[in-house]
T-cell receptor
Framework: GDSVTQMEGPVTLSEEAFLTINCTYT??????LFWYVQYPGEGLQLLLK?????DKGSNKGFEATYRKETTSFHLEKGSVQVSDSAVYFC??????????FGQGTTLQVKP | DVKVTQSSRYLVKRTGEKVFLECVQD?????MFWYRQDPGLGLRLIYF???????EKGDIPEGYSVSREKKERFSLILESASTNQTSMYLC?????????????FGPGTRLTVT
């Protein structure tokens, strides 16, 4: 079945460091891909999405490119801030209309 | 802004109790979902609904049921709570039709069963 695998956390970075959180997927066809973010004490929010191969989703300085050849959707940010500390979830939309989530990666940014 | 609210942020119940978790959305969304979130497992779909009085099992429905009597409200029911149902429960909603992709989440209910 469809699945999403994220790099294990926690990821700890200093402020202004470069961030990469790896995400790979297994799915039938070419699903839409998403990154959701969960700030402490809150529900999930959609951060960015890409609906077809080679699309780049971007928002709040974060980017991710839909790579069909490597079945990946890695999240990147050039310079992280303390306020980016959160849990990040990679997800795909299956052909049954359900969101399939990865296990989540905790990011902690230190001043 | 879409708002999804959940009836409680924290709940403590005893084993064997019947537990109701309520979710309300204010944007006339057709689709509603219940997930549980556990460390290392991400979010897992319990039940979902694409319309009033309609429900579909997700990936882990055992021990749960749902009710959707009105479009804006989707309730998760634990018929007889057990300690392995201690978890964070998240409700979400989305538009139906051509844009089912973006799900809007509530803040979650952290349930502890003792």
């Amino acid at each position: 079945g469809d699945s999403v695998t994220q790099m294990e956390g926690p990821v700890t970075l200093s402020e202004e460091a470069f961030l990469t959180i790896n995400c790979t997927y297994t799915a039938t066809g070419y699903p839409s891909l998403f990154w959701y973010v969960q700030y402490p004490g809150e529900g999930l929010q959609l951060l960015l999405k890409a609906t077809k191969a080679d699309d780049k989703g971007s928002n709040k300085g974060f980017e991710a490119t839909y790579r069909k050849e490597t079945t990946s959707f890695h999240l990147e940010k050039g310079s992280v801030q303390v306020s980016d500390s959160a849990v990040y979830f990679c997800a795909l939309m299956s052909n049954t209309g359900k969101l399939i989530f990865g296990q989540g990666t905790t990011l902690q940014v230190k001043p | 802004d879409v708002k999804v609210t959940q009836s409680s942020r924290y709940l403590v119940k005893r084993t064997g109790e019947k537990v109701f978790l309520e979710c309300v959305q204010d944007m006339d969304h057709e689709n509603m979902f219940w997930y549980r979130q556990d460390p290392g497992l991400g979010l897992r779909l319990i039940y979902f609904s694409y319309d009033v009085k309609m429900k579909e099992k997700g990936d882990i429905p055992e021990g749960y049921s749902v009710s959707r009597e009105k479009k804006e409200r989707f309730s998760l029911i634990l018929e007889s709570a057990s300690t392995n149902q201690t978890s964070m429960y998240l409700c979400a909603s989305s538009l139906g039709g051509g844009n089912p992709y973006e799900q809007y989440f509530g803040p979650g209910t952290r349930l502890t069963v003792t």
